[in-house]
């Protein structure tokens, strides 16, 4: 923990509410809810939890490519969501972001030299020697051959592809990367690449990272730590170890009991949730997760939990540990 010894992000009851009409009827959606954690310079907190469960969201809100509807977020202790789009524009070169498609995310008509060229013209480098020679260096760094970025986005493999994306959210030199699942659309031989890669540049770049997947044995692989969501509202952050041996969510619990065991004959007991998700637009009261958990007494569907830390590091909200 050492070369984590100050915050880089600190984000403080952050919230995100998404309004939509659907036949004549205004519905809100409360994707993020009250969520406060750090992330500690050159470390990567893994953020895992169902697909809807407001993670990605979350990702972007920092970056503010998604604008919170309340809440703060401070980066080297200046909030950034009181900034103007003009004084903000200094962070953007901070703060960027692996997207999870490497398909969409880039632009179809463009070389991936100028795909990765055009972060340093938006940004103000006008020398166009200085400009090729950036380019070149990302692209040797993140090992895509400097000849083939002539060709644009379908003339590359999707490992390719990632790669350019990972390289143009690094050609600025930015101090946070937002990893939005930027391999679960790759192979697993070629997720073994990229985590391999973005764990080295982490190291040569300094980076701090902020890794969003849904899949644990990823998670576990490339985190220092790891946060667990659950329908907006954060229900549990550990170290990474003690997380996967001392769980002490019911719904971190089930989580890690589904991880598959590549040995059928070693004895396993699975936490089966029972019941559906309650309806986004509708949040229930009490604890988000009383409907479907196998401990839950007569105080989780009236009061919500407290975010707390019940032991040096481990975060839990969740009335079972409540002092």
């Not at 100050?6 to 009409?21: D, G, H, P, Q």
């Amino acid at each position: 923990m050492d070369s984590m010894s100050s915050v880089l992000i600190e984000v403080r009851n952050l919230s995100k509410t998404f309004f939509i009409e659907e036949w004549g009827e205004k519905l809100a959606l409360e994707a993020v809810s009250g969520v406060n954690f750090s992330i500690f310079r050159g470390e990567t907190l893994g953020l895992v939890g169902e697909t809807g469960c407001g993670k990605s969201t979350l990702g972007r809100c920092i970056l503010r490519l998604v604008e919170p509807t309340a809440g703060e977020i401070f980066m080297n202790g200046e909030n950034i969501l009181h900034l103007s789009a003009k004084a903000f524009k200094p962070y953007r070169r901070k703060l960027q972001i692996v997207f999870q498609d490497p398909f969409s995310s880039l632009n179809p008509r463009k070389t991936a030299y100028a795909i990765l060229e055009e972060p340093l013209i938006i940004h103000g480098e006008k020398n166009a020697r200085l400009r090729r020679e950036r380019v070149k260096v990302i692209a040797e760094k993140v090992g895509l051959d400097v000849h083939s970025l002539k060709n644009y986005p379908h003339e590359f493999s999707g490992g390719q592809r990632q790669r350019i994306g990972i390289a143009r959210a690094l050609i600025l030199h930015p101090e946070f990367v937002v990893c939005d699942e930027p391999v679960s659309a790759l192979d697993v031989s070629i997720q073994a690449q990229i985590l391999n890669l973005l764990a080295d540049l982490q190291e040569t770049m300094h980076l701090t990272y902020l890794f969003i997947s849904h899949d644990l044995s990823v998670i576990r692989h490339i985190s220092t730590r790891i946060a667990v969501m659950y329908m907006g509202k954060m229900v549990e952050m550990a170290e990474k170890e003690e997380l996967f041996h001392a769980p002490l969510h019911p719904y971190t619990q089930a989580l890690l009991s589904a991880i598959p065991i590549p040995d059928p004959t070693v004895p396993r007991q699975r936490t089966l949730l029972e019941g559906d998700l309650p309806s986004p637009f509708k949040p229930i009261s009490g604890c988000r997760f009383h409907t479907r958990c196998p401990q839950q007494s007569a105080t989780c569907p009236e009061i919500p939990p407290v975010w707390q830390e019940i032991r040096p590091g481990h975060f839990v909200a969740c009335h079972l540990y409540e002092k």
